[in-house]
């Protein structure tokens, strides 16, 4: 909104700074953070009054687990609204409202926010751990995918970088025309990211902590997506407007930084399925945009090990009877392998960090 304010600078010559998305970008982050901590006491207090506290798993198998986490019980959960307000706001002060990439991240993480919404709402309204069924959650996942696809398809932005698929540390796409398959493989990025985060948010500042720094390179590619000259030197897709995907992952930078303010040990909010299934379908959907959805699985490093930690245990399981983990998802072994919850969040965000210089390193070593 504020971008069109350049348009006085014939007026008064300092308004042309609106018109740079670094600038731009900072201002969504700082305004996004303010936002956040500004509405999070609210926002906490509110939940609270409503009783939306975090169910928790009292089965005799994960009893251990429960000990460790029983003073988390009553924590107001549904905080990801905080970070989805913080993020709207910022994107729609700083962003320029017409570039199609902006309304189509947001609207994906609107759409599964909303189903986090409701999946969170059923979990505390029945006392239960358990909300929307795993098929209804993924078929809502699905549909949204199939419509950014088929929006990236149609949208003159898009359709030509739309079928390409980059690998990371190789020069050239493998191949030019996914055809029939973008649809698919868009619905695969979407759900893999957006369940991928909610499975890693199961300790006090571990998925928001990763989403920040997963946020902050998607960021720096954005910007450098939107530049013709970076774009030759690195061998990159141009998408010209993706510069605007800049000011969004700022603001998402922003917001989270803010959420973990009071989602760090002990928290005192949880994002919940609202949060975690919006933040991954917002950074899935950005990967698509830039045309860098399999570097997702490089700078995400964190996530992709949670939630293959779930997949090999489950296939394990049925299989052999055995448990590969102590338990699934990954951060939950190393609590019942004795490592306090501070200790395993800290060490996988310096996990997280390694993945993204691995990921930004791809850009060069190719």
Known sequence: MLYYLHFLSAEWSPLRIFRYITFRALMAAITALVVSLILGPWVIRRLSELKLGQPIRTAEEVHRLHELHRLKKGVPTM?????????????????????????????VMLGLGALGFADDWRKVARKESQGISARAKIA?????????????LWHPDTRETAHKLMVPFYKHPVTAHLGLLFPAFACLVLVGASNAVNLT????????GCTII?????????????N????????????????????????LVGASMGFLW???????????????????????????????????????????LEALSV???????????????????LHHHFELKGWSETTVVVRFWILSILFALVGLSSLKLR
């Open 311 to 329: 997949i090999l245990q489950v296939a394990s399981f049925k299989l052999t009877g055995r448990r590969l983990f102590a338990m699934a998802p």
């Open 140 to 152: 809502w996942q699905i549909l949204i995918g199939l419509g950014i696809a088929l929006l990236f």
């Open 228 to 251: 013709a000259k970076f774009c030759a030197y690195l061998q990159i897709p141009h998408v010209p407007a993706a510069g605007e995907l800049s000011v969004v992952c700022a603001a």
């Open 262 to 304: 009071y989602n760090c040990a002990p928290a005192r909010v949880f994002m919940g399925d609202t949060g975690s299934l919006a933040l991954g379908g917002l950074l899935g959907a950005v990967a698509l945009a830039l045309k860098q959805e399999l570097l997702l699985v490089v700078v995400g490093g964190v996530f992709v």
């Open 79 to 107: 905080g990801g609204v905080l970070i989805l307000l913080s993020v709207i706001l910022g994107s729609a002060l700083w962003a320029r409202l017409d570039v199609m990439f902006v309304w189509a991240t947001l609207g």
């Open 201 to 208: 948010d199961g300790l006090d500042g571990l998925a928001i």
């Open 214 to 226: 997963v946020a902050l390179v998607y960021t720096v590619l954005a910007y450098l997506s939107s």
